[in-house]
């Protein structure tokens, strides 16, 4: 089925540890997003690429790197975890912010 | 602080009745956009309208937007259960797509 598939759905990290979530799209999508959903907070923009070859942070972009691998595909890497980044990641893609976007299912990491 | 923010927080209602929800913002818009998410999974989107629009429909759904107040609406009528889900307002603002800002939803509670 067409759309934004992430991996893992669920992992628990230790404090310190580093792990990479990986996002791929399949449909043709120039733009894709990076953005972490906590409670109260609503979402908030962690990195984002306009176009393959390009990235760019968004408003918490500390404590974490992207990578834009191709057109389909757009990483999200934590290096150092920490508490702090308890949260439910999503990837999304779209044409621009003319347009709508897709969304992943999401990723729910706990950092202890 | 958020740009666009959702108004009521938590809204509960009998199937077949309709439901409403309201978004403000603060910073004039290129366009705005709601999104729906069901427990645990991604934001679906739902209907983007843009500043030169004042209404669109969709379905069930019906989207004002009133640029001199900064506000927006959405309209689910003849509600059923399958529509209990968080909403979401989307604020896009020309200039980047790191200007597209989140609202904390509104949680809708369809009782059967």
């Known amino acids: 089925n067409a759309g934004v598939t992430q991996t893992p759905k669920f992992q628990v990290l230790k404090t310190g540890q580093s792990m990479t979530l990986q996002c791929a799209q399949d449909?043709?999508?120039?733009?894709m997003y990076w953005y972490r959903q906590d409670p109260g907070m609503g979402l908030r923009l962690i990195y984002y690429?306009?176009?393959?070859?390009?990235?760019d942070k968004g408003e918490v972009p500390n404590g974490y790197n992207v990578s834009r691998l191709n057109k389909r595909e757009f990483s999200l890497r934590l290096e150092s975890a920490a508490p702090s980044q308890t949260s439910v990641y999503f990837c999304?893609?779209?044409?621009?912010?003319?347009?709508?976007?897709?969304f992943g299912s999401g990723t729910r990491l706990t950092v202890v | 602080s958020q740009q666009g923010e959702e108004d009521p927080q938590a809204l509960s209602i009998q199937e077949g009745e309709n439901a409403t929800m309201n978004c403000s913002y603060k910073?004039?818009?290129?366009?705005l956009q709601w999104y729906r998410q069901n427990s645990g999974r991604g934001l679906v989107h739902l209907i983007l309208?843009?500043?030169?629009?004042r209404e669109k429909h969709s379905g069930r759904l019906r989207v004002t937007l009133d640029t001199s107040k900064k506000s927006s609406s959405l309209l689910i009528t003849a509600s059923r259960a399958a529509d209990t889900a968080s909403y979401f307002c989307?604020?896009?603002?020309?200039?980047?797509?790191?200007?597209?800002?989140f609202g904390t939803g509104t949680k809708l509670q369809v009782i059967p």
């Open positions: 999304a893609s779209s044409y621009g912010t003319e347009n709508g976007y897709t």
């Open positions: 910073t004039s818009i290129n366009n």
């Open positions: 449909m043709n999508h120039n733009s």
């Open positions: 690429s306009a176009s393959e070859g390009t990235t």
């Open positions: 309208i843009r500043s030169n629009e």
């Open positions: 989307a604020t896009v603002i020309s200039g980047g797509y790191q200007k597209v800002t």
